[in-house]
């Protein structure tokens, strides 16, 4: 037979890593300074609106809500009507812009639907308003003193410092120091036990016999 021929060997390749030199410890290496941000010199970081001082580095719609009468929604689409993006801050508004924001304010009942009105069907005028600042205060406490005076079911509540719409006030609303029990409520209590304990200890007790009179001769 035959014999079969050994494969030949293949020797493998290894890689020799060179050594690393370790470096001596120095100073580490210096940071440069950042750049400053160049900052405009119009730009200013309180501005009044509408009588309110609102922060210049938020952005416009972030800020309005801080008037009273606006909401988020409410300065959302003044500012789209406006055509002025939300996300500018409000500092970087030059002084026409904020004028003309001023005015937008005071007429923003006549560019927003009627379901954003936060007075509709005024009482004394009937009409759909959009108040503002103090004129919403006034609005507002002009409305409880009627139903105060009036004697309505809220007039009442608001007499007794009590919630007006229907919350639970078990748990809620509890304002005023913890009093526990008063000391006329055990006084009578310990009265009215005194009185019952008393006709029952007469019936317990036997009846002393009756003396008798003496026989006359």
């Given at each position: 037979?035959?014999?079969?021929?050994?494969?030949?060997?293949?020797?493998?390749?290894?890689?020799?890593?060179?050594?690393?030199?370790?470096?001596?410890?120095?100073?580490?290496?210096?940071?440069?300074?950042?750049?400053?941000?160049?900052?405009?010199?119009?730009?200013?970081?309180?501005?009044?609106?509408?009588?309110?001082v609102l922060d210049g580095n938020k952005p416009v719609y972030r800020v309005l809500p801080a008037i009273?009468?606006?909401?988020?929604?409410?300065?959302?689409?003044?500012?789209?009507?406006?055509?002025?993006?939300?996300?500018?801050?409000?500092?970087?508004?030059?002084?026409?812009?904020?004028?003309?924001?001023?005015?937008n304010i005071k007429t923003v009942g006549q560019k927003l639907p009627k379901w954003m009105l936060n007075?509709?069907?005024?009482?004394?005028?009937?009409?759909?308003?959009?108040?503002?600042?103090?004129?919403?205060?006034?609005?507002?406490?002009?409305?409880?003193?009627?139903?105060?005076?009036?004697?309505?079911?809220?007039?009442?509540?608001?007499?007794?410092?009590?919630?007006?719409?229907?919350?639970?006030?078990?748990?809620?609303?509890?304002?005023?120091?913890?009093?526990?029990?008063?000391?006329?409520?055990?006084?009578?209590?310990?009265?009215?036990?005194?009185?019952?304990?008393?006709?029952?200890?007469?019936?317990?007790?036997?009846?002393?016999?009756?003396?008798?009179?003496?026989?006359?001769?």
């Open positions: 037979m035959e014999k079969k021929e050994a494969a030949p060997k293949v020797e493998e390749k290894v890689e020799k890593k060179e050594p690393v030199e370790k470096k001596p410890p120095g100073k580490p290496p210096e940071r440069k300074p950042e750049e400053k941000k160049a900052v405009d010199s119009d730009f200013r970081q309180l501005v009044r609106v509408s009588g309110v009273s009468g606006i909401g988020y929604n409410t300065a959302k689409s003044l500012l789209f009507t406006m055509g002025i993006s939300r996300e500018v801050k409000l500092g970087s508004l030059t002084e026409e812009e904020v004028s003309k924001l001023e005015d007075r509709q069907r005024d009482y004394d005028t009937g009409e759909n308003l959009h108040l503002i600042g103090s004129e919403l205060e006034i609005a507002q406490r002009e409305d409880v003193t009627r139903q105060k005076k009036i004697k309505s079911y809220k007039g009442v509540r608001h007499i007794l410092g009590l919630p007006v719409r229907g919350q639970r006030t078990r748990t809620s609303f509890r304002t005023g120091s913890a009093l526990g029990v008063s000391r006329k409520k055990t006084a009578q209590a310990a009265a009215a036990a005194a009185k019952g304990a008393a006709p029952a200890a007469a019936k317990a007790a036997p009846a002393a016999p009756a003396a008798e009179k003496p026989k006359k001769e």
